[in-house]
Antibody, heavy 120, light 107 residues
């Protein structure tokens, strides 16, 4: 059974930093592109970042809204993916889901999500 | 960015009804369109990939159609477990974007 378990969310002040983690199980982690997708009442579902495979030199892609502030990384030995978020803004508030791609196009599996609240 | 517009925003139905949910893209996306269901306090779940391809474990009453800019998710004989939010997502162009969702509620 595929499982994705996020951790690291919470309350942070504007301008602050936070690191999210996601541990995967039930599949060969190193073979799949991994993503973070967030959801808020204001913006709905929004793709945030993607990291590809070792064979792709761990290429990364980011939404324009987070480029330069967020960094996605992975540790295949720990079946884990991370999202380092710096210079956080109120509009970054939302539930952050760790997701696994299927066929490079759709989001086949989702974690339960972790809530990030950016507020003074 | 490609904008996906879902309609209606809310659909009130009685169990046993058959329904169609619409997703319209701001430009042609071929068949690179996927559907998700999200129940209250749960994560989204993939229902349909590439506009019409079924997903293992998803009931056969769910089906998808369309290509280009107009897509439809159909539910044949809605069951009580089907109530919730439905989202479409495109993978034709970066960034991959989602629609705003349709809420399927009990009448």
């Amino acid at each position: 059974e595929v499982k994705l378990e996020e951790s690291g969310g919470g309350l942070v002040q504007p301008g602050g930093s936070m690191k999210l983690s996601c541990v995967a199980s039930g599949f060969t982690f190193s073979n799949y592109w991994m993503n973070w997708v967030r959801q808020s009442p204001e913006k709905g579902l929004e793709w945030v970042a993607e990291i590809r495979l070792k064979s792709n030199n761990y290429a990364t892609h980011y939404a324009e809204s987070v480029k330069g502030r967020f960094t996605i990384s992975r540790d295949d030995s720990k079946s884990s993916v991370y999202l380092q978020m710096n210079n956080l803004r109120a509009e970054d508030t939302g539930i952050y889901y760790c997701t696994r791609r299927g066929g490079y196009s759709w989001f086949a599996y989702w974690g339960q999500g972790t809530l990030v609240t950016v507020s003074a | 960015d490609i904008v996906l517009t879902q309609s209606p925003a809310t659909l009130s139905v009685t169990p046993g009804d058959s329904v169609s949910l619409s997703c319209r893209a701001s430009q042609s996306i071929s068949n690179n369109l996927h559907w998700y269901q999200q129940k209250s306090h749960e994560s989204p779940r993939l229902l349909i990939k590439y506009a019409s391809q079924s997903i293992s474990g998803i009931p056969s009453r769910f089906s998808g159609s369309g290509s280009g800019t107009d897509f439809t998710l159909s539910i044949n004989s809605v069951e009580t477990e089907d109530f919730g939010m439905y989202f479409c997502q495109q993978s034709n162009s970066w960034p991959h974007t989602f629609g705003g969702g349709t809420k399927l509620e009990i009448k």
